[in-house]
């Protein structure tokens, strides 16, 4: 049994998964979803924003890897011969582009001792630092999942993950040829509903906002208009570049959105939908048999009718169509990736408490 932790770049909570992989197919024992407290999730959303400072990051890596400790340790509850544990952490920078003599880098959060501390267990984690340091993109990294539990042979299939970024896993004759970021998803989408709403509701929950709304033809011109969409794949983005900052610039650029905020909301469902259409149209090739959505913006109405609607007549459907809780794919990924560095064929660090551990260090009293 493999236990995976991760955070999107939402940031409403950690996914927590525990699986088997003996079989030709993986298992999910258990998933579930722990929000985080108020509180940690303001001072993450308030780094990702405006960069923080070195001691702010540094207590909120501990303070998350204690509340990660906290979901691992409810994993774990009760399931028997659990081996290792993967902590995803909470991206709070990812820019894989050089800047300048320095190099690219990504950076996620949350202690892995205190995980280790905690469980007993061995803990894997910094899954994406290696693909970085190496100059490459470093995200996404579903595709390594989506080849197992989605290919077939003799077709071609796109998997698409609405998340708060989104990307696209491209699986042909039973095999990942390609994997991307699109551009946003619902993390945009959120950030336009807490400006909104001065931050009274977090994301457009059943389409609540953007279904009351119309596209701004001129502001979704400009979202798409972002150098990002120039690049061609591999790529990876994150909430640095489609997130508040960008929802805030679009208000002051077309500031009669601010007497229609609905209109906001329903224009940054629009982009999503448009970049990923676009994007897999472009990118994967003729003769795409299906789109397989899965995260958690698969169950936003107006992004998936949307969507539909432009890859038409490509067949659109949810992953949960297909046998797979499109809720636990996330956290599946991590719990497969930790099971991969456990056999030594995925690139991850690694911790563990020994049993019997001296007292190097003298204790504070």
Known sequence: MFVGLISGTSMDGVDAVVADFAGSRPMVLRSFTLPYPSRLRKALEHIVATGGNTELISRLDFALGQFLAHVALEAVRGVPDVIAIGSHGQTVFHNPEPEGRLPGCTLQIGEPWHIALATGLPVYFD????????????????????????????????????????????????????????????????????????????????ARFSKKGNVHEKALAYLLDHPFFCKSPPRSTGKETFGRNLVLSTLKRYPSLKQRPADLVRTTVEAGAVAAARAIKEYSGRNINEVILCGGGRLHPVFVQRFSTLMSPVHVSLCDEKGVDGDSVEGLLIAYLTFLAWKGEYPAKSVFVPVDLPDYVLQRK
């Not at 970085?132 to 539990?149: D, T």
């Not at 998803?185 to 950030?191: A, F, N, Q, R």
Request: one cysteine or more.
């Open 127 to 206: 899954f994406r630092r290696f693909y970085v340091a190496k100059g490459e993109e470093g995200a996404p990294l579903a595709h390594i999942l989506h080849q197992r539990i989605f290919s077939s042979k003799g077709v071609t299939l796109c998997v698409l993950n609405i998340g708060g970024i989104c990307n696209v896993s491209v699986l042909r004759n039973g095999r990942a040829v390609l994997s991307f970021d699109t551009g946003p998803g619902m993390g945009l989408v959120d950030e336009a509903v807490k400006v909104i709403t001065n931050g009274r509701y977090k994301m457009d929950k059943n």
